[in-house]
């Protein structure tokens, strides 16, 4: 008997076709396999048979077949095995581990998932990752290619639905470390800004928008400052929108350090400071299948450090 793999349907995709949702999230799945899937009644939402077309909502749990049930043109063009370097790599960035769950420090750099030219990403990597389990864990959520940091990684289709739940309810706390251009007037702002994606961009860029925007609310609190120059800010998103954080930053005037898709050559320091994206998904609490709770910190990057190291900048007591 063919297995399945479940996966709820997170706030930044609700309203969505499910076929699109497929196309988002498993960019290696062709439409006729999820209209194959369909016919034949594996394609699920909310346990009911699904159509393509049919729109999802945030708290849904989508069920299909797993990877290996795909047709045969969808196998063939799955990456090569993974080479031992590959392996060893994946392993070392691998920060917890238990029954359920892996906890990787993703690098800046790497895509969270494939498409159309990526090759390398976390999601080729898990194969790795299954450490004699008899499942190849799953990725529950995303990060930016250029956003460092903590990203959980289920170990089995149970534990996918479990935490996935627990993202659409919100039922977590995630805690992001920025460096902003300039400094916020408050030093604790609460940023409520609707969000929706930029026409024109092929849904690869967002944008604050009060008529069509869904509901994104952001918290950013000022740790230190270099004069006026720069603040370094602990971000936490209250919602999870796309891009949620780097589009609040920017529109409050401030955008991250580094980023230069929403904040334009405004976004860069000069005087040594590096050009990449100082966004760090820094720590993660959620709770577990089996009781209790996760709670993980990733280290920074080594250019985010550095330009730390360079401009002066500590975190306080609250943000340590």
Do not use: C
Not at 112 to 123: K, L, R
């Amino acid at each position: 008997m063919a297995m399945s793999r479940a996966f709820t349907v997170e706030e930044a995709d609700d309203g969505i076709r499910l076929d699109r949702w497929v196309k988002r999230h498993l960019p290696d799945v062709p439409f006729v396999a999820v209209a194959k899937w369909a016919r034949t009644g594996r394609l699920r939402l909310d346990g009911a048979p699904a159509r393509p077309g049919d729109r999802i909502h945030a708290g849904q749990t989508i069920t299909l077949p797993e990877a290996d049930d795909r047709p045969p043109r969808a196998r063939a063009r799955e990456s090569p095995p993974l080479s031992p370097d590959e392996e060893a790599f994946a392993r070392s960035l691998v920060l917890h581990r238990s029954d359920h769950a892996l906890v990787l420090n993703k690098p800046p750099g790497l895509a969270t998932q494939g498409g159309t030219g990526t090759m390398a990403h976390v999601d080729r990597l898990l194969e790795a990752l299954r450490f004699g389990a008899r499942e190849r864990p799953r990725l529950v959520h995303r990060l930016d290619r250029d956003t460092s940091g903590v990203l959980l990684v289920a170990r089995s289709a149970r534990a996918a639905a479990f935490f996935s739940q627990r993202f659409a309810q919100r039922d977590t706390r995630k805690i992001y470390w920025a460096l902003l251009m300039g400094v916020p007037r408050l030093p604790d702002l609460r940023v409520e800004l609707p969000i929706a994606r930029q026409p024109g961009t092929g849904g690869e860029k967002m944008q604050v928008d009060e008529a069509r925007g869904s509901p994104a609310v952001s918290r950013i609190r000022v740790m230190d400052r270099a004069g006026d120059r720069v603040a370094f800010a602990e971000l936490r998103p209250i919602t999870g929108r796309t891009h949620q954080l780097r589009v609040h930053a920017a529109a409050i005037g401030h955008p991250i350090v580094g980023d230069g898709k929403y904040g334009g050559r405004a976004a860069f320091l000069t005087g040594g400071v590096s050009r990449k994206l100082h966004l760090h998904a820094r720590r993660l609490v959620i709770d577990l299948p089996e009781g209790g709770r996760l709670d993980v910190t990733a280290p920074l990057p080594a250019h985010f450090a550095q330009s730390l190291e360079l401009l002066g900048l500590e975190p306080d007591s609250e943000g340590a």
